[in-house]
């Protein structure tokens, strides 16, 4: 018995200094990129790994890092417009939206993404794609950091630089090289609207050959971006509840 303690001692330390490591290391790379932007994300490493194991020969990921100032500011207003209407004033998770989806589910109707801008950003930054309570759970904590750490400007800037827009092709200065043959800062509230149209599902909705349900969405989206008040619109987080605008 008296062998067992200072063992069973010994391992929880360890177990709660790792712990604390990790937390403290977690924590410092959430901060670092606050102000350096990430080459990469887990997501895209997952996707192209992906690639070389089903030996996919034409595959090519793209991606271009491109600030805030050399993005039309309709970019983010329209993924904002149709992915997080709420994202301005939540503190990372949208609790009505998690109460709706339950009770979609709980109804039997189809099941509807109850996930923030700040909780995919990261999802696609630090973990990977899939359903399990432990990616669940590390999304929340990562969350939590990010809302912390970053303003809100900078989850958004994040976001639209790693968010997939289609088949390898990652971030808003990819896509507009790619469809639209024009630098991120000349796009128009039609273009932005279809950027973000596609983000529901990239690999199966196309920005360069959209359905009539893309283009519907995109209408949508457009809609949405004036009613919000436009660009404007995300930089309101101090404004009265009562002028909030909901999806």
Do not use: C
């Amino acid at each position: 018995m008296t062998t067992r303690r200072p063992l069973f001692a010994t391992l929880l330390r360890s177990i709660v200094i790792l712990a604390a490591g990790w937390l403290l290391l977690s924590w410092l790379v959430v901060l670092v990129l606050r102000f350096v932007p990430p080459w990469t994300s887990a997501v895209m490493m997952e996707r192209q790994v992906g690639a070389w194991v089903r030996s996919e020969q034409d595959f090519q990921l793209r991606h271009r890092w491109v600030p805030w100032s050399q993005v039309s500011p309709y970019v983010p207003l329209a993924m904002v417009a149709g992915e997080d209407q709420k994202f301005p004033f939540h503190h990372g998770f949208d609790f009505d939206s998690i109460q709706n989806a339950m009770d979609a589910a709980d109804e039997g109707r189809r099941l509807r993404g109850a996930s923030t801008i700040s909780q995919q950003t990261a999802k696609n930054l630090f973990l990977w794609n899939g359903r399990s309570f432990v990616r669940k759970g590390l999304e929340a904590y990562f969350t939590v950091l990010i809302e912390l750490t970053w303003p809100k400007q900078r989850i958004l800037e994040v976001y639209m630089n790693i968010a997939e827009l289609g088949n390898g092709v990652y971030g808003v200065g990819a896509a507009s090289d790619v469809y639209f043959h024009t630098p991120p800062a000349r796009l128009g509230p039609a273009q932005a609207a279809r950027l973000a149209a596609v983000l529901p599902n990239p690999r199966r909705f196309r920005v360069d050959q959209p359905s009539a349900y893309v283009m519907g969405r995109a209408n949508w989206i457009q809609g949405q971006m004036a009613q919000l008040g436009g660009p404007g619109y995300l930089r309101a987080e101090q404004a009265p509840a009562n002028t909030r605008r909901r999806r």
